[in-house]
């Protein structure tokens, strides 16, 4: 589901616009510049055991495909589910060990802080400038938005972290179903996610992966043009049971 990658890539790009790491901001959100993409990247900045920093992970999960055309031409009704994983994380001293970096036990604070960074999101994806790519991929705004907050293991410790879970119905992409050449990189992908493609290029990061996602994408055989077709009929005697008129069709001559 190579439209699946491109809504994930599309949100990411929403949330760290590339055009902004050169000059480190401003950033749409207060995570600015640390959201990741499929994970949360390692740390090691942090300054101070008291510093705290918000985080973003974006991914995608569940995927359905509803058919939606009973007669003619097969379409679909794609909806992917795609998930944000947010938290406020500080440095911890450990007894005779280095500093950890871990998940806060929340407070005031940074309870307001997650409230603040989920609805930052929210409104970066469907209404900002910087959403533009992704508002292109999705069709419409979030058909279901859902946040829960963690705990953490026996001790029920509530955390300053939450994970929503957004369902968004997709853009249609369809092959070409018989190119007149082989396509070679971003051709290679359906037309619709063409232009989201070669837009998704401000970082060499997304340049990279978007490249190896198209070079992989799957493509319909080359067209077979057809000059001339000739077919062959041979008469039959006349019979009170005549038998059925045979015809070949095995001089199709094509280039």
């Known amino acids: 589901m190579l439209a699946r990658t491109f809504m994930r890539l599309c949100a990411l790009e929403a949330l ?4 902004l790491l050169a000059t480190n901001g401003p950033w749409p959100t207060i995570a600015e510049q640390y959201v990741s993409d ?7 900045d942090l300054a101070g ?6 985080l973003i992970g974006v991914y995608t999960e569940a995927t359905s495909l509803t058919k939606i055309a009973q007669a003619g031409p097969l379409f679909h009704k794609g909806e ?3 998930v944000f994983e947010i938290s406020v994380v500080s440095k911890f001293a450990v007894d005779g060990g280095q500093p950890i970096i871990d998940f806060c036990e929340t407070d005031g604070e940074t309870e307001a802080a997650l409230d603040a960074l989920e609805d930052e999101i929210y409104q970066v994806l469907h209404f900002a400038p910087s959403g533009a790519l ?3 991929m999705a069709k419409g705004i979030a058909e279901s938005w859902e946040s829960n907050a ?3 293991g026996e001790e029920e410790i509530r955390l300053a972290r939450r994970t929503i879970r957004a369902r968004y119905r997709m853009k249609e992409s369809y092959l070409d179903p018989a190119p007149t050449t082989a396509p070679v990189d971003l ?3 359906p037309a619709a996610l063409q232009p989201i493609a070669s837009a998704l290029n401000g970082s060499t990061y997304l340049t990279a992966l978007v490249l190896g996602a198209a070079r992989a994408a799957y493509v319909m055989p080359t067209r077979v043009n057809l000059n001339t077709v000739g077919i062959g009929m041979k008469p039959q ?6 038998a059925s008129v045979q015809g070949v069709a095995g001089n199709l001559q094509g280039t």
């Open 150 to 152: 963690h705990r953490s």
């Open 237 to 242: 005697p006349v019979t009170n049971n005549p």
């Open 16 to 19: 760290r616009p590339s055009s």
């Open 187 to 189: 051709a290679r992908l």
């Open 80 to 82: 992917v589910d795609l």
């Open 38 to 44: 499929s994970r949360i990247d390692p740390i090691d």
């Open 49 to 54: 055991d008291e510093a705290k920093r918000p």
């Open 134 to 136: 992704f508002q292109n």
